[in-house]
């Protein structure tokens, strides 16, 4: 009787989506996914930037209504969530992007929204009490009075997960967790995890990293371009399975074969150093007609090297080179000028006005130049047909270039960003994350735009956190950790151990 | 170094962000002017000259509360001098009528008339919010449309002439009236300063208010419902602007069109500004607020005794809004690098 009631929630399953569809507009962002998670269960969902993950994760957590399918939680068919109600019967979430009041205390967000309160007047003392019991429990170092804008990163992350674990929890949704947080606390969270599992809370678990998915997963479910590809057991996957079924292709098919032929120095870099200290003294050099690619992890600096020598981040010893003069550190307008283009890692935060048309996003850095704006008086023919000829040989998809960006898919986006690289004349190409956000296609297009460059003699610099992508796309490649350059790798020398290894050498000798 | 310790260097290297870091330079010119004053003429340091200025900053005071609040919740609300004017005139009318129809029942006539002018300002602050909440236009477009239909209602209802009439009672017993020394507007401005210290600090309301300010995005995610707390945000801002008004008609004798207006909604921002509230939203302290508002009332009462022409006491104000402002984003960036 016992074991037969037993078996009888294990197979009703905690979560169950069926045919859950999500439009956006213009975007058609879930299609028709479907997604069980039992109780006690780690259900990894694996996919590429932009196949969808987070757009299901909002829907789970209730903050985008799905436009179709069923959704039943804990065997009940649920209507019209809202994140109030999602966090009331014991689902939570635990966002990328966090969902924190950069002004309020750690613990006033721990409690936002179900603050313990009577008529309306808080009760500090039981709060501050409550928080300080869970934030022991889950072992983190993290003071509960703090303003959250005075956190580091891993600090506010860990903030996050204690506010999705204040409560009863029953599912629980970790979107990348282990981003922003070091071995040791990854370590603990990992303990967490497997004790909330045998207390019977159900996770999804969202993450790239495949030594995560390996340690963790009990099941792991496939997206690809807002589809459900396929569900599989953990332990029967293979790495090369899922990353064939995510991209859709073999992987070695994603990067072009890109002829490099190196030429003079363009870019020549000394004892680089900027004022908030995140790079410090890099050399570091980029030839025409090659791609030179940067790796590192998240926050190592190396998107603000590029950031320096366009002149966007203060530089406060060292020296910029351009074919060999070295200039002076003015602003991005100067190195437009000078024929240095940088394209931005957020391109909603730094790249694109959301709210007007491509044809002037993509003719914005060009405005100087006679061809678009004689004595400041626009040359709108001008610039639409040299738009109009950019773009169709991006192949935007439409091809109506009044449309506003903020319509755009993140693909689209990144090729209105490409198109003001031939908007003027420019020798030196800055890439930032050229890839985070876009699907696969657009990627291709990305890479094919990128070989081109090089091809007409252009030099290239590529930063990324998305190590096979510098690794198959670079002819040198510069490893950086904790703001200085590790290792210098070309050749036969330039593969993901060496890189890998740089990164532990960097930590021995400092340890040492 | 290991690993572990690195990824968060620069815990220990916060300066105190305690009382000082928060009040600012506003300590500092407060000081400046009274020392400055003090020397300058002795006048200013009269008793009637320190009332003066205690009246004022009452007044101004209340109305930056409520100024204070709507911003701290990401909005603003321009419509608070127009609704002390509107607030007056209603009050006195109402006073009037009811001194004829019911005469000598002074405590049915003052009920009326304070219910009359605090259900106005209510009103006009509940369409305010209702209109940013539920039709999404901006807290600045909206109370711009009530800021003009609020002052020409006033000006309808009295055709630009004070409206007399009230009981003696309510003029001379309250409005002038002094306890311990202090006029009545003082302690009102206190008492309505420790509700609203309350209300910042330990109530929900409050907590919201911050919360919707700091980040609207993580408070809907969190099941904070806006909607209301919104309402209630410019609901407090015209009731409190409102209540300047009752105390300035009490105090003056007669209802005017002409009170509050342009420059008390100007002033009641620049109060707000000074006193650390954040444009962005999110950052603010009431008791703050106060000790700037106290300052502009020195300073305006500094350049009248000082015989400094009218028109430049604004471009004083302008000038010290800005720094104020540019030193607030200062501290702002320097903590964004952490």
Redesign the interface.
Same mark, same amino acid.
């Not at chain 1, 809202?82 to 109600?85: D, I, K, S």
């Not at chain 1, 966090?98 to 309020?104: C, E, G, K």
């Given at each position: 009787m016992n074991s037969l009631g037993t078996a009888g929630r294990q197979d009703a399953p905690l979560l169950e989506l069926k045919g859950i569809s999500k439009r956006f507009t213009g975007v058609r962002a879930l299609d028709g996914v479907d997604l069980d998670v039992r109780a006690g269960e780690l259900h990894v969902l694996f996919g590429e930037n932009g196949a969808g993950k987070s757009t299901l994760i909002n829907v789970i957590?209730g903050?985008f209504p799905p436009d179709e399918g069923t959704f039943r939680f804990g065997g009940e068919e649920i209507h019209d969530l809202?994140?109030?109600?999602a +966090?009331?019967i014991g689902i939570s @979430?635990v966002?990328q992007e966090?969902?924190?009041? @950069?002004?309020?205390s750690v613990e006033?967000n721990l409690f936002?929204? +179900?603050?313990i $309160?009577a008529g309306?007047?808080?009760n500090?003392r039981r709060m501050r009490k409550r928080a300080r019991t869970l934030i022991d429990e889950l072992g983190f170092d993290l003071d509960p009075s703090r303003r959250v804008?005075?956190l580091?990163r $891993?600090?506010q992350q860990m903030t996050e997960i204690a506010?999705a674990l204040l409560g009863r929890v029953r599912l629980l949704i970790l979107d990348e967790p282990t981003a922003s947080l070091?071995?040791?606390?990854t370590g603990r969270l990992f303990e967490l995890i497997v004790k909330l599992k045998t207390e019977g809370v159900g996770l999804i678990y969202v993450s790239h990293r495949m030594r995560e998915i390996r340690a963790l997963a009990d099941r792991v479910t496939v997206l690809r371009d807002g589809r459900h590809i396929r569900t599989l057991d953990a332990a029967s996957a293979s790495d090369g399975d899922l990353v064939e079924l995510m991209t859709g292709r073999k992987i070695d098919v994603l990067f072009p074969a890109i002829p490099h032929a190196p030429g003079a120095v363009t870019l020549d870099v000394e004892n680089l150093t900027t004022a908030?200290g995140a790079v410090q003294g890099v050399n570091f050099h980029a030839r025409a007609g090659e791609i030179t690619g940067i790796a590192g992890l998240v926050g190592c600096g190396k998107s603000e090297l590029v950031r320096a020598i366009y002149g966007i981040d203060a530089i406060v010893d060292g020296m910029v080179r351009l074919h060999g003069h070295s200039v002076e550190q003015s602003g991005p307008r100067e190195s437009l000028r000078r024929g240095v283009a940088y394209f931005p890692a957020n391109r909603v935060a730094e790249g694109l006005a959301l709210s007007r048309p491509i044809r002037e996003n993509s003719s914005m850095t060009a405005l100087d130049l006679d061809r678009f704006a004689r004595l400041g008086f626009l040359r709108p023919r001008a610039e639409r047909r040299a738009i109009s000829v950019v773009m169709e040989r991006l192949k935007l998809r439409p091809p109506d270039i009044e449309r506003n960006a903020g319509a755009l898919s993140g693909g689209n986006r990144q090729k209105v960003m490409l198109g003001r690289a031939l908007t003027r004349d420019l020798q030196v190409f800055l890439f930032d994350e050229p890839s985070v956000g876009i699907d696969v296609g657009a990627k291709v297009e990305v890479y094919e735009f990128m070989k081109h460059l090089v091809e007409t003699g252009a030099a290239v610099v590529v930063v990324s956190s998305e190590l096979p992508e510098v690794l198959a796309l670079s002819n040198r490649l510069y490893v950086m950790h904790?703001g200085r350059i590790a290792a210098e790798l070309s050749g036969d020398d330039k593969t993901e151990q060496n890189v890998l290894a740089s990164f532990f050498q960097d930590?021995g000798r400092?340890?040492a | 170094m290991s690993s572990a310790v690195a990824a968060y260097p620069r815990l220990e290297r916060h300066p105190g962000f305690g009382l000082l870091g928060r009040l600012g330079i506003l300590p500092a010119l407060l000081l400046a002017v009274v020392i400055g004053m003090s020397a300058a003429d002795p006048h200013f340091y009269g008793p009637i000259n320190i009332l003066n200025i205690l009246r004022n900053t009452a007044f101004l005071t209340i109305v930056a509360f409520g100024q204070s609040l709507v911003i701290i919740g990401g909005g603003f609300d321009l419509s608070v001098g127009a609704i002390v004017a509107l607030a007056s005139v209603v009050a006195a009318k109402a006073m009037a009528g009811l001194g004829a129809s019911v005469p000598g029942q002074d405590a049915t006539i003052i009920a009326g008339g304070v219910a009359a002018g605090l259900g106005c300002g209510l009103a006009a602050g509940i369409v305010n919010g209702l209109c940013v909440a539920k039709l999404r236009v901006t807290g600045f477009v909206v109370t711009l449309g009530t800021m003009s239909a609020v002052t020409g209602l006033g000006l309808m209802l009295t055709n630009g002439i004070p409206v007399y009439g009230m009981p003696d009672s309510f003029v001379k017993g309250f409005g002038r009236a002094q306890l311990l020394g202090l006029p009545t507007a003082v302690y009102a401005a206190l008492l309505i300063l420790a509700l609203m210290i309350f209300v910042q600090r330990r109530t929900l309301f409050g907590r919201y208010n911050y919360a919707i300010g700091g980040n609207v995005e993580a408070a809907v995610v969190s099941g904070v419902s806006i909607g209301w707390h919104v309402i209630a945000a410019y609901a407090v801002s015209g009731l409190l602007a409102a209540a300047t008004g009752l105390l300035l008609t009490a105090q003056v004798g007669s209802g005017q069109a002409s009170f509050g207006g342009d420059r008390m909604m100007l002033q009641s921002i620049a109060a707000a500004v000074i006193g650390g509230v954040s444009l962005r939203g999110g950052v603010g302290r009431v008791e703050i607020v106060a000790i700037s508002a106290l300052f502009l009332s020195i300073l305006s009462n500094a350049v009248n005794l000082l015989h400094i022409d009218s028109r430049i006491q604004p471009i004083i104000l302008g000038l010290i809004m800005v720094v104020a402002v540019a030193l607030d984003e200062a501290s702002r960036r320097r903590k964004a690098r952490v």
């Open positions: 957590s903050s809202t994140p109030h109600r +966090r009331a @979430p966002f966090f969902s924190l009041v @950069p002004s309020l006033d936002l929204g +179900r603050e $309160a309306g007047v808080l500090a804008d005075d580091s $891993a600090h506010k070091t071995e040791r606390e908030d904790q930590h400092e340890a | -």
